[in-house]
Structure formats: structure tokens, C-alpha cells
């Protein structure tokens, strides 16, 4: 799932690419994709891109006249810029992986595409962001929140801290990969407690994040929106890269995976040697 690192990264581009650009047609080749209706499609034909923003691991496209469109790429979703389209011929409604195509007036344009059959990646077309339910309820950046409000946020939420990090509610923008470099990166067990934390382990955790995030976001910047994928993997350490030696002291990175999802962590950097059992198999061991 693409996370604050990409999104940054693709708002960027978009910037360089198609601020100044005027829309010439935006399709919706997947119905299901456009969670709006009113205004419609249409409504963006002639308007210029005068900016592109994230809000957590929302992409914002800006028009000109207030108009947005808000796209959550979900797990299998991206962007893919293209400059130039091989056919002028409107996009057959669910045909294919595109969802949506916003296509410029110089010929080029991008497509939102989702791989795969679950298909959750949502595109609002409104005149404020915030009209967007998930928008609407995003907790602060993490990249720009002090220590005092990410302590407050991390301590609003009693849970394990792996859990607490990827609310969007507590901290808009930190997904799965991430949050399990922030903890390995603040020599944290992903079973921690928020509310056994001390001062000196959330001020860890803060700057983890902080210097994670924006380490991330600065390889990513420049880079073009197929290269993103690749990047975001040849900078984590323990993420995606269970059985391989962690980077930092050499121990095996081990796994815990759960019905959906997994996360991945080094037992000596995160807790004290200690193997983590999984949790649909034992106990768990903090």
C-alpha cells in the first residue's frame, strides 16, 4: 500500500509535471472507483491543475474554481503518468485495471490503476477536501507534529503501539511497511503497550519517525512514479525481508503474520532477543 512517502513523492511530481496544465477530459472507467456525484466528471474538463497535496495517504489534485480531486490509492492502487496516450478513444467502463484517466491538454495525463480483485481504491471529486470521510477524520502529520502532540496522540489510543502508529486517526500517513521500520528504528517491540510507554521511549519513537518518514520522502522526491515502488524497497531494513540478516546487528529478521497482513521485526534491536510468538498459534510474548 502505498504510504506518506510515496504519496509525498507522487504529489511532487505532479507539481513538476502537470501544474499549469488544463484538463481536456477526466474518464471513469470504474464506476465503483468515483464515491461522488456531484459535481461530475465533467465538471473537470476545462479547469487547469494548479497544485497536487497529500493529506495522510490521501493524494489531492487541485483544479482551479475549488475543485478537487481526492484519490486513496488503497492496497493495490497507483498512478501512472503517461506522456502520451495511445488511442483518443474514451476508456470502456470496466474494462481493464485503469479506474480513472485525467487526460491534459499537451497530450499527456495519468492514469489511477488497481491490480488484483479487491478493488478499493476510492476518487472523490469535491470542492473541499475535507468533505472526504477519511480526510475528514485524519489525525496530525507526523512529520510536522512536535513531541508534545505525538505523545498526546500516541496516548489517546491504549493499544499495542504497532496497532496505535497505523490509525489514521492518531497519526495520518503511517501504514504497515513504515510503522515496522519507525519500531526497529526506535528499538521497539511491535507488542508495546502505548500506555507503558515512558517519556523517553515515545521521544524515541517520535524522532524514529520523524527520521524514517522523512528519509524516505527525500529519496523518493524526484523520482518518477514507476521508479516509486522500487525505491520505497531498497530502503527498508526490516520490512518485506523476513529470514534476511538485519542491517544493524546481523540477527535473522523474523515474521509474525496475521489473516491479512504481517509485520516483520529484528529480535535483537526490538525485544531483547526474544522471539515473538503468533499471536493465532500461543500467547503473545512482550
Same mark, same amino acid.
Given at each position: 500500500?502505498?504510504?506518506?512517502?510515496? @504519496?509525498?513523492?507522487?504529489?511532487?511530481?505532479?507539481?513538476?509535471?502537470?501544474?499549469?496544465?488544463?484538463?481536456?477530459?477526466?474518464?471513469?472507467?470504474?464506476?465503483?472507483?468515483? !464515491? *461522488? /456525484?456531484?459535481?461530475?466528471?465533467?465538471?473537470?474538463?476545462?479547469?487547469? =491543475? =494548479?497544485?497536487?497535496?497529500?493529506?495522510?495517504?490521501?493524494?489531492?489534485?487541485? #483544479?482551479?474554481?475549488?475543485?478537487?480531486?481526492?484519490?486513496? $490509492?488503497?492496497? %493495490?492502487?497507483?498512478?501512472?503518468?503517461?506522456?502520451? #496516450?495511445?488511442?483518443?478513444?474514451?476508456?470502456?467502463?470496466?474494462?481493464?485495471?485503469?479506474?480513472?484517466? @485525467?487526460? $491534459?491538454?499537451?497530450?499527456?495525463?495519468?492514469?489511477?490503476?488497481?491490480?488484483?480483485?479487491?478493488? !478499493?481504491?476510492?476518487?472523490?471529486?469535491?470542492?473541499? &477536501?475535507?468533505?472526504?470521510?477519511?480526510?475528514?477524520?485524519?489525525?496530525?502529520?507526523?512529520?510536522?507534529?512536535?513531541?508534545?502532540?505525538?505523545?498526546?496522540?500516541?496516548?489517546?489510543?491504549?493499544?499495542? =503501539?504497532?496497532?496505535?502508529? *497505523?490509525?489514521?486517526?492518531?497519526?495520518?500517513? @503511517?501504514?504497515?511497511?513504515?510503522?515496522?521500520?519507525?519500531?526497529?528504528?526506535?528499538?521497539?517491540? &511491535? /507488542?508495546?503497550?502505548?500506555?507503558? $510507554? *515512558?517519556?523517553?521511549?515515545?521521544?524515541?519513537?517520535? %524522532?524514529?519517525?520523524?527520521?524514517?518518514?522523512?528519509?524516505?520522502?527525500?529519496?523518493?522526491?524526484?523520482?518518477?512514479?514507476?521508479?516509486? !515502488?522500487?525505491?520505497?524497497?531498497?530502503?527498508?531494513?526490516?520490512?518485506?525481508?523476513?529470514?534476511?540478516?538485519?542491517?544493524?546487528?546481523?540477527?535473522?529478521?523474523?515474521?509474525?503474520?496475521?489473516?491479512?497482513?504481517?509485520?516483520?521485526?529484528? &529480535?535483537?534491536?526490538?525485544?531483547?532477543?526474544?522471539? $515473538? %510468538?503468533?499471536?493465532?498459534?500461543?500467547?503473545?510474548?512482550?
Amino acid at each position: 500500500m502505498p504510504e506518506l512517502p510515496e @504519496v509525498e513523492a507522487l504529489a511532487g511530481y505532479l507539481r513538476q509535471r502537470a501544474v499549469g496544465r488544463r484538463v481536456d477530459r477526466l474518464e471513469v472507467a470504474a464506476i465503483s472507483a468515483l !464515491k *461522488t /456525484y456531484d459535481p461530475p466528471p465533467t465538471a473537470a474538463t476545462g479547469r487547469t =491543475v =494548479v497544485d497536487a497535496r497529500r493529506h495522510g495517504k490521501f493524494l489531492d489534485v487541485v #483544479f482551479d474554481g475549488d475543485l478537487h480531486l481526492v484519490v486513496h $490509492l488503497a492496497r %493495490a492502487g497507483w498512478l501512472h503518468y503517461r506522456e502520451a #496516450f495511445p488511442s483518443a478513444t474514451p476508456l470502456r467502463p470496466g474494462k481493464g485495471p485503469i479506474a480513472v484517466r @485525467v487526460r $491534459l491538454d499537451d497530450g499527456s495525463g495519468f492514469d489511477l490503476t488497481e491490480a488484483g480483485t479487491q478493488k !478499493k481504491l476510492a476518487a472523490y471529486l469535491v470542492t473541499d &477536501p475535507t468533505a472526504v470521510p477519511g480526510v475528514a477524520k485524519l489525525g496530525p502529520d507526523p512529520l510536522t507534529a512536535d513531541l508534545p502532540t505525538f505523545t498526546e496522540r500516541l496516548r489517546s489510543r491504549r493499544g499495542r =503501539v504497532k496497532l496505535v502508529l *497505523t490509525d489514521q486517526a492518531v497519526l495520518a500517513g @503511517v501504514g504497515n511497511a513504515y510503522s515496522d521500520e519507525i519500531l526497529h528504528a526506535a528499538k521497539l517491540s &511491535p /507488542y508495546a503497550l502505548t500506555d507503558r $510507554l *515512558t517519556d523517553d521511549q515515545l521521544a524515541a519513537l517520535h %524522532a524514529a519517525t520523524r527520521q524514517v518518514l522523512g528519509d524516505a520522502v527525500a529519496r523518493s522526491l524526484g523520482q518518477r512514479a514507476a521508479e516509486l !515502488k522500487g525505491e520505497k524497497r531498497s530502503g527498508l531494513k526490516v520490512h518485506a525481508r523476513t529470514g534476511l540478516p538485519c542491517p544493524v546487528c546481523g540477527d535473522t529478521v523474523r515474521e509474525v503474520s496475521f489473516s491479512d497482513s504481517s509485520l516483520q521485526y529484528c &529480535p535483537t534491536c526490538q525485544t531483547g532477543g526474544k522471539p $515473538l %510468538a503468533d499471536r493465532r498459534l500461543s500467547r503473545l510474548v512482550r
